[in-house]
């Protein structure tokens, strides 16, 4: 397996300039840089082989994370947001090609953070979703991306809540390149066995985000069962991306976006937390 974190771990905003992060995350003992899409559709040539430089220097991955705005929702009703959410990725996978990015993962089966002031359609939301996603793999393929489903807890989506929903919803998908995604964080409230979940997911598993309950860094003082779940992946024969996505600073949109209203970083330093962090669960994971 590979270990990545989320760049958003040292950012108030979503999106900017990736390339700083690349030396940082190697340095730290990651393999995978994870970044955001926000960003990517406006990447200048010259951002982009800044990145795609610092990558192949310093030998480490990129994979992508998104959450579709309210506009770039492929499940919408509204036929104009729906083409609106294809522009968005027929823009953003060539350039995450030239980053050598093979999974993208997030809600992008939906739209993130939901509005849950409006009525929700679950049942239209999944027909439209369905086909929109169907589009997208197809968009993504030739390009040699995945997309990973990730399964949300109830506050943040409405459409997968579970693996069980995720398996099925695949299912219908029916493309090679659609994949479940879980993360411990979500799992924490929703599955009722976080090992049992991955075990359902199984060879359908494409990538895996990690977390404690509270998004801090995985560690052995949080109450995420890291060695069930080592179990879990082993038995599944999971060899892929395994990103951890800690959030714990407060404010600007990360924080309000997370919601992050109380210094989570237990006035550690970022970075050697995250390095004991990844040191913590490669030990766990490759027991
Ligand atoms: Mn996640």
């Known amino acids: 397996m590979k270990y990545g974190i989320y760049y958003a771990y040292w950012a108030r905003e979503w999106g900017g300039d990736y390339a700083p992060y690349v030396e940082r995350v190697k340095r730290l003992g990651f393999d995978i840089l994870e970044i955001s899409c926000a960003s990517v559709p406006y990447m200048s040539r010259k951002e982009i082989d800044e990145l795609k430089r610092e990558k ?18 492929i499940a919408s009703e509204d036929i104009a947001i729906r083409d609106n959410a294809l522009r968005f990725w027929e823009k953003t996978f060539p350039a995450l090609h030239e980053l050598g990015v093979d999974i993208v993962g997030g809600g992008l089966y939906s739209y993130w953070p939901v509005d849950y002031s409006k009525p929700i359609d679950k049942a239209g939301d999944w ?75 199984g060879d359908k598993l494409g990538h ?42 407060m404010g600007g949109k990360v924080g309000s976006d997370i919601k992050i209203w109380r210094d989570l970083t237990h006035g550690r330093d970022l970075d050697e937390a995250a390095a004991e962090s990844v040191a913590f669960i490669r030990s766990v994971f490759e027991g």
């Open 208 to 249: 895996l985000h990690i977390g404690e309950v509270n998004r801090r860094l995985p560690g052995a003082y949080g109450r995420i069962p890291w060695q069930g779940i080592a179990e879990a992946l082993r038995k599944i024969g999971y060899n892929k991306a395994v990103v951890m996505e800690p959030f714990v600073m």
């Open 127 to 201: 027909v439209r979703s369905v086909e929109g996603m169907k589009l997208m793999a197809d968009m993504a393929a030739p390009y040699g991306i995945n997309l990973g489903m990730e399964v949300l807890n109830r506050h943040e989506g409405y459409l997968l809540n579970e693996v069980s929903e995720c398996v099925r919803y695949v299912d219908e998908v029916g493309k090679d390149n659609v994949k479940v995604m879980l993360d411990t964080y979500h799992m924490n409230m929703e599955e009722e066995s976080i090992e049992g979940a991955i075990l359902a997911a």
């Open 56 to 73: 192949d220097r310093h030998d480490v991955i990129i994979t992508a994370g998104y959450g579709p705005q309210l506009s770039e929702n």
